[in-house]
């Protein structure tokens, strides 16, 4: 995904918004410090390295740092998979099986599990930053804040994954497969927080890629593929017993308070933003202001 890939839309998007700063930071009355804070810019890359470092490690230490509500976490599950039931959803564990008698293909989807998330949610962010400089802050913030309040749903829902539910027969494939494939399985289970299912990330994070992919890039099958993860993503989470179909649901709903967010500060989606930050506008912040 290189600049090849950009929409000759985003190229006509960038060329009829206006250079004006008031073009992106909403009232021409606001405070003119918030109209910069506003205002895209060309991301540094030093900075952004450490920003997603650093939250990524807040991320992790809060989540792991929820109690462990167990009792309280297996009560939810079964009233999840009791209404996955009356709403006729409920198939999870006839997923379950079905792949997990596939080896090769379970096998597959534990490694999936266990490392896509990371790699492509980092190479749909370096490809923003190197293509789409001017709508790059305004993408990360979806994803930042749509993770932010997922934080929030593992402190007040505690949920136990399929696989840890008591008498359901569901099977946990990477002790069953003896892959790498889960931190919450295993020896590596009493680093995560196993009752943190709710919402699933997962599925937020593949979401926001595959979105992103699909809105900015022109080459058809890379627009298709960008569909798809989000798609498959789901039928892993399932299928490897580490999610309900409702976490899925979780996960929607915390991407779009995510856009909610960027909508309100930008003023319209991430997307719709300039492609490129104009270079007269670079050297122009550069300049001391006269007095």
Known sequence: MGDSTVTSLGDREQAAVPDSPTAVEGKAGSPRHLRRLRTPRR??????????????????????????????ALRNADWIWRTEHRLGIAVEQSVNHTVNSVSWLIVGMNYYYATLHFIVTLSVLVWLFRSHPGRYAATRLVLFAATGVALVG?????????????GSHFIDT????????SMASGDLKHMSNQYAAMPSMHIGWSLWCGLTVF?????????VLGLLYPVATLIVIVATANHFWLDAVGGLLCLAFGFAVAWAWYGRLPYALPRTVPEKREKSESRPAKA
């Open 43 to 72: 991301p540094r890359l030093w900075f952004e390295i450490l920003l997603i470092a650093v939250s990524y490690w807040t991320y992790s230490i809060v989540r792991n740092a929820v109690p462990e509500q167990r009792v309280e």
């Open 154 to 166: 593992y402190y007040l829902y505690p949920l136990a994954p399929p696989r840890l539910m008591r």
């Open 174 to 181: 990477v002790l069953i497969h003896r892959t790498w494939g």
């Open 215 to 223: 809105a900015l890039a022109s080459v058809p099958w890379v627009r």
